[in-house]
């Protein structure tokens, strides 16, 4: 199992620019989640999907889009960058049921000029 | 609302024990988590704790729950440089969300 991975590794946007960064995982996991960490404020939750077509938003949604249409795969759309968005992104996915071994991915360092 | 707080930074010789303390606020959390993350990495479940237990012994790993005083604390036996990374610690909300702190980011020098 290649457990959860993410492209691309890192990411230079200007200003206003679109991108998406692609998540996928091959353990069957309904649960997958987006955060974005910061030095000093921890994970904060972006978006998170409980199963292929149902997604909700988690603790700092603005600016962010995500969809599910695949168990499998679970990007995270930037539609037009901001400074204030320059993060290292993590993808994660986990079974259902208690306790939650949340599986991380290498995650994505994303710098917006 | 769901809060959890850590100190940010911790060092220690090696050889020593280190204690990373966290104070967490929703009293309904079944579990608390702690999760390491090393250089360059996501981050990795280390050990967790049910929360009608006061401790959890895993070979040099201790943890320590105080649902009174919500306080939670991870003890690392021996510490080695290997162990430097940052330690998340977690609870999870009755909507299944994990809330992480800050981290503490252990440094452990030779």
């Known amino acids: 199992n290649a457990g959860v991975t993410q492209t691309p590794k890192f ?36 978006h998170y999907s ?3 077509g149902i997604t909700d938003q988690g603790e ?11 168990t499998e795969d679970f990007p995270l759309r930037l539609l037009s960058a901001a400074p204030s968005q320059t993060s290292v992104y993590f993808c994660a996915s ?17 710098t917006v000029t | ?29 079944t579990y608390l ?14 050990t967790y704790i049910f929360s009608n237990m006061d401790m959890k012994q895993d070979q040099r ?3 320590l729950l105080n649902k009174k005083d919500k306080h939670l604390s991870l003890r690392i036996a021996d510490t080695q440089t290997g162990d430097s990374a940052i330690y998340f610690c977690a609870e999870s909300n009755e909507g299944g969300k994990l809330i992480f702190g800050q981290g503490t980011e252990l440094s452990v020098k030779p």
Not at chain 1, 60 to 70: E, F, I, L, M
Not at chain 2, 4 to 23: A, P, Y
Request: aromatic share 10%; proline share 5%.
């Open chain 2, 61 to 63: 790993l201790t943890v």
């Open chain 2, 1 to 29: 609302g769901e809060d959890v707080e850590q100190s940010l930074f911790l060092s220690v010789r090696e050889g020593d024990s280190s204690v990373i303390n966290c104070t967490y606020t929703d009293s309904s959390s």
């Open chain 1, 94 to 110: 986990r079974r259902p049921g208690t306790p939650y071994e949340q599986y991380f991915g290498p995650g994505t360092r994303l």
């Open chain 1, 50 to 52: 409980v199963g292929a």
């Open chain 1, 11 to 46: 990411q230079v946007l200007k200003t206003g620019q679109s991108m998406t960064l692609q998540c996928a995982q091959d353990m069957n996991h309904e649960y997958m989640s987006w955060y974005r960490q910061d030095p000093g404020m921890g994970l904060r939750l972006i």
């Open chain 2, 33 to 46: 988590y702690w999760y390491k993350q090393e250089p360059g990495a996501g981050l990795q479940l280390l």
């Open chain 1, 60 to 70: 700092v949604p603005n600016g962010y889009n995500v969809s599910r249409s695949t």
